[in-house]
Each structure stands twice: as C-alpha cells, then as structure tokens.
C-alpha cells in the first residue's frame, strides 16, 4: 500500500476458501522476480487506476503462456 510502485494489486481472500487468486499471480511473480526493477513493468500490469491486475495484459507481456483449464 505505502509502495505502489512495486506492488501488484489483488482482492481480498479472507474466509473465500474457493479463492485462487494467488495461484494465478504465481506465474507472474515468478517472472517478475527475473526483471531488475518492477517498477518499470508493473504500471503495464494495472487498470487506468492501478487497482486492478489485468491478468491477459501480464501474461501477454511477459510472456506467459495461458493457463490450461
């Protein structure tokens, strides 16, 4: 929150046991982690606001490729 540069912004998961948001970040987080400065890609990430993660737009970006259902 204090550094939203360097953060990617997801919706809440307490007490929703079917979440799996964050196994959706996962694939992202793990090309991020190979990137020098964030800081520099995560504003592609967002929404006009910077609150929502646009999921197609990562992947795309960073070359993930979709998920399998």
């Given at each position: 929150m204090f550094q939203p540069e360097n953060a990617l912004p997801c919706s809440s998961w307490y007490e929703d046991?079917?979440?799996r948001e964050l196994q959706h970040l996962l694939p992202i987080l793990e090309k991020l982690a190979l990137v020098p400065d964030v800081r520099s890609i995560i504003p592609a990430l967002k929404d006009e606001s910077g609150?929502?993660?646009?999921f197609d737009r990562a992947r795309q970006l960073l070359n993930?490729?979709?998920p399998v259902s």
């Open positions: 046991k079917n979440d609150e929502r993660l646009l993930i490729p979709e």
